[in-house]
């Protein structure tokens, strides 16, 4: 209605604060901060760090100078008339400049401070080679300022095309549809070039780095909607496979990677991740994503390139994974700076006894057996195809020996139940945990038991109503509010759900997803988190969120489409150009839903699934490409 004079003030600083120090991590020294750079639009920040790199970021303004501007702070004022508006922008540069020999880091900021530097176009991981920008494709060039405008059309026109080449899933629930299409996007949010390579990161904020068992997972459960995450992290994985005996880092041959991060504590080998190998399970899961993904697409290319690391790593369960020669696959960590659980509840009190003693190691836990398991089935299939006889009979062999002594060593009788893992005494560790539903996944266990074990894991003790426990409710170290004593993954669920399916349990994978169905409701975007606390549902009960779990994360964000293919009871078999549909079922307030241009091999395939008088249907609507038989297998739903 009038004239008015107003301002904005930013204020900002640059910490240059290692992942590691934001979360937690105290340093033992630190490097140097240099007099930051001042001009009429921008401000650069400087830091000499330990490990010969000077870091540096760039805060300026490119649309509009401001009128007040110091090491810290910028100011712009305003005159506007009515109805008139303006705009403003704040760009941030982060980079790194290796120090070269020969010159200090001081005539280094020196050449960095004066007017106009910009970093040479040609990006490198090498140190020798200059200006390195983190989370960058080496071959790009650098990021040249540009319009917000610009920017976000560029975007939103990425993740339309990433949306257009994945599958789709629609159903008549628009609060559903939602949270799969935000799935899909997060998925794409998550990939990174790291070293030139794409992969799934495995979480903002605390996980933007690639992890081998979260990069795994992910992409077995993006399978349904976009295989080519796992031909990623399967080129990825086994280019970081371990090579030699490096006990810092507990690298061994043939072993995949934890974790794997760039920084200043990384390159002074104040943490061990460059990478960071202490991951039991991460070298079975590259065995069964890659079988899988074989299984998906019958990518004989891929395979044939990735077959000398599917080997290596199964070298790796047979020659080290055992640490004490009793069959079972254990950890034991051996650095101090190392991890002390290595499964995927890895932190400190991962592992409780009943009375709440962490299990001492070497640790066998129990859904790695199963993975271990799998694995080998998985690769004697394959060397059965590939007519190598004789190492598929040395691989079937020892996954009958396994689950035998599986059965034996792990089963609780009075629980129902298998034990989440024996330590180093081989006592069981008899806590009742949401670990022992990944057995159903691997198919490790006889049906009669998967049954029992499925009863427990949705019982009150277990499951909420938004989902399966990590750790079941009475016992003492439940704790809804605990990372890994009581609190609710979405992945675990996954991975459970599957595993009901592959015992003829679809109903009941359906109540599961539809839990974490209700509970993605109450989160923003209907994302679901990487984790959120265990408390039971009631009658118009919340959902209680984990405060600083990740969101996204990559294995939450996948969770649905591995729940929803439990659900729907979908086996892909590439090779063989089938597909089979398997008492299929749609959770709760669902009654269609349509799978658009699934990927079976070369063909895509469109399937719609109603429900009606308790009954779900399926039908073939479109098959593009190669000629695909599909067998629809309906027979009677087993319950709990």
Known sequence: MRDIDYWVEYEFAADFADQFEVRGARRRERGTYLRPLVDERRVVFFYQGRDGVLYRVEVFFPARAPDEIAGGRARFNFHLGPNESTGLELHALPSLHA????????????????????????????????????????????????????????????????????????????????????????????????????????????????????????????????????????????????????????????????????????????????PYYGSVDSTPLFLVLYTEYLQWTHDRATGEQLLPAAEAALRWIEQYGDKDGDGFIEYRRKSERGLRNQGWKDSWDGVPHLD??????????????????????????????????????????????????????????????????????????????????HLLFSRAVPEARARRVARVLMSPESFSGFGIRTLARGQRPYNPLSYHNGTIWPHDNSLIAMGLSNYGMQKVAAQVLSGAYDACRQFRHYRLPELYCGMARGEGDLVVSYPVSCSPQAWASGAFFLMLRGCLGLYPDAPRRRLKIVNPHLPAGVQRLTLERLRVGDTRVTVDFTCSGGSCFAAVRDVEGEPLAIRIEVGAQHDL
């Open 356 to 437: 709440g003693a962490p299990a001492e190691p070497p640790i066998a836990l129990v859904e790695v057996q199963g993975y271990c398991l799998d694995a080998r089935r998985r690769m004697a299939r394959l060397y059965r195809q590939l007519g190598r006889r004789e190492d598929a009979a040395r691989c079937a062999i020892a996954a009958q020996r396994l689950a035998r002594r599986l059965d034996e060593a792990f089963w609780m009788e009075k629980a129902g139940t298998y034990a989440l893992a024996l330590d180093g005494e081989k006592r069981q560790v008899q806590t009742v945990a949401s670990n022992a539903g």
């Open 99 to 274: 120090v070269r020999s020969g010159t200090s880091v001081r005539e280094a900021a020196d050449q960095a401070r004066q007017p106009g530097f910009r970093p040479p176009p040609t990006m490198t991981e090498e140190p020798e080679s200059g200006w390195l920008y983190p989370g960058s494709h080496p071959a790009s060039q650098p990021p040249a300022p540009r319009r917000f405008e610009e920017r976000v059309g560029r975007a939103r026109a990425d993740y339309r095309h990433w949306a257009e080449i994945s599958s789709r899933i629609v159903t008549n629930e628009e609060a559903f549809n939602g949270a799969l299409a935000q799935a899909v996007a997060d998925l794409k949010a998550l990939s990174v070039f790291w070293e030139g390579r794409r992969v799934i990161s495995a979480g903002v904020p605390w996980y933007a780095s690639p992890f081998g068992r979260d990069a795994a997972i992910t992409a077995l459960q993006a399978l349904l909607v976009n295989p080519d995450i796992a031909r990623e992290a399967l080129l990825f994985l086994a280019a970081h496979q371990g090579k030699k005996v490096d006990d810092f880092r507990e690298e061994e041959p043939g072993k995949i990677l934890h974790e794997i991060r760039r920084g200043e504590l990384a390159r002074t080998g104040e943490v061990p991740h460059t």
